[in-house]
C-alpha cells in the first residue's frame, strides 16, 4: 500500500466561533495551528482565512499574507489554499487570493450544491457575533455555486496560469463524472488528488456503502492515474478515514471537517487530530508520507514557486 498522506484542514468556513474556543481565528492562530499540525504529521495544509475581529470567513489576499509566510518559513508543507471560500462569497472574491499567492495546491469543488449548515443553530444557546446566526440559518436557501464556467475559470486561471495543481473535492457521484468530463477534454492532467467528502447535508451520506461505492467509481473512472483521499464531517471523522485509508486511500481531518477529538471531547488543536488520526494508521502498519513524497505523488510545483 502507498504512503498515506495526511491532509489538514485547519479553520475552513462551516464552523462558527460561539461552536468551540479552540477554532483558530485569527492569522497567529491559523499559523500556529497549521504548523502544529504539520510538525505531528501533516503533509498538506488545506487553508480558509477569517476576518480576525469577528471570525467571519474572509477572501482578502492581505489577510491570507498575513499567516502564509509564517507557515512556509516554519514547515515543508504543502499549502493549499480553498478556492472554495464560502457561499456567501462570488467566484471572483474565492479565486482572489489563489490567484495573488499562486501556491502550490487549491482546493476545487467539483460542482454547485446545497450546504446545510442550519442545523448547528440547535446546537448553540449563545453567540459571540451577530454574524453568525444569518450565516447559519441563511444555508437554507443558499447554494454553493461552482457552475461549468466557473470550474473551467478556475481550471485555466489558475491551473494552467499559475502551474497550481488540485484537491478535487467531490461531495458525490456525480462530481467525480464532472472531473472525468474534464480528464476528456484535456483540461485536468494526472495525477489527480480526488477528495472524496462524506456527511454534509446537501452531499453524499457517511455510510460505508457510499465509501466503497466512491472507491469504485474513481477506479472506473480514473483508474490507476489518481491519488484518492477522504474525509467525512463532524462524528464521522475517525472511523470513516481509517475505513478509507484500510481501502488505499489517504486521509484528512482537522477542525474545518470537525471539531471534536472524540465524543464530546473538542478537540483543542489541529495537531491533536492529525496525532490520533496517525497514531491509528500506524497501529496499523501505514507508513505517513513526508512533505515531499506528497509534492512527488502529485506532481506539485515546490514552494519555491509559490508568490508568498
Known amino acids: 500500500m502507498p504512503k498515506v498522506i495526511i491532509s489538514c484542514a485547519i479553520t475552513g468556513s ?19 495551528g497549521a504548523i502544529g499540525a504539520a510538525e505531528t504529521g501533516a503533509a498538506i495544509l488545506h487553508l480558509h482565512a477569517r476576518n ?62 446545497n450546504f446545510g449548515l442550519y442545523p448547528a443553530l440547535n446546537k448553540i444557546s449563545e453567540w459571540q457575533h451577530d454574524w453568525e446566526v444569518p450565516y447559519l ?20 486561471r489558475l ?28 483540461l485536468v492532467e494526472p495525477p489527480f488528488f480526488v477528495q472524496t467528502l462524506f456527511g454534509i447535508l446537501g452531499g453524499i ?23 484518492w483521499s477522504i474525509l467525512a464531517a463532524g462524528r464521522y471523522q475517525t472511523h470513516f ?4 485509508a484500510m481501502m488505499g486511500g489517504h486521509v484528512r481531518v482537522g477542525l474545518e471537517d470537525s471539531l471534536y477529538l472524540s465524543k464530546g471531547v473538542l478537540a483543542e488543536s489541529n495537531a491533536a487530530q492529525v496525532a490520533k488520526i496517525r497514531h491509528i494508521l500506524e497501529e496499523l502498519s501505514l507508513e505517513i508520507a513526508t512533505p515531499a513524497e506528497a509534492r512527488s505523488l502529485l506532481a506539485l510545483k515546490g514552494a519555491d514557486n509559490v508568490a508568498f
Open 52 to 113: 480576525p475581529e469577528d471570525g467571519s470567513p474572509t477572501p482578502d489576499p492581505d489577510v491570507f499574507r498575513q499567516f502564509l509566510p509564517q507557515i512556509k518559513a516554519a514547515t515543508d508543507a504543502v499549502i493549499n489554499i480553498t478556492t472554495g471560500g464560502a457561499a456567501t462569497m462570488t467566484i471572483e472574491q474565492r479565486i482572489a487570493g489563489p490567484l495573488a499567492l499562486q501556491p502550490e495546491m487549491c482546493s476545487l469543488n467539483m460542482g454547485s450544491m
Open 241 to 244: 478515514v481509517t475505513n478509507g
Open 205 to 227: 451520506g457517511a455510510d460505508p456503502e457510499n465509501l466503497i461505492h466512491m472507491r469504485r467509481i474513481a477506479d472506473k473512472l480514473f483508474g490507476d492515474a489518481y491519488q
Open 14 to 32: 462551516i464552523h462558527t466561533p460561539s461552536m468551540s474556543p479552540h477554532l483558530p481565528i485569527t492569522p497567529d492562530e491559523i499559523a500556529t
Open 159 to 186: 491551473g494552467k496560469g499559475c502551474g497550481t495543481r488540485f484537491e478535487y473535492e467531490c461531495y458525490d457521484v456525480g462530481h467525480l463524472y464532472t472531473l472525468a468530463h474534464y480528464v476528456d477534454r484535456g
Open 137 to 156: 440559518d441563511g444555508s437554507r436557501d443558499r447554494i454553493f455555486r461552482n457552475t461549468f464556467t466557473d470550474i473551467e475559470t478556475i481550471l485555466q
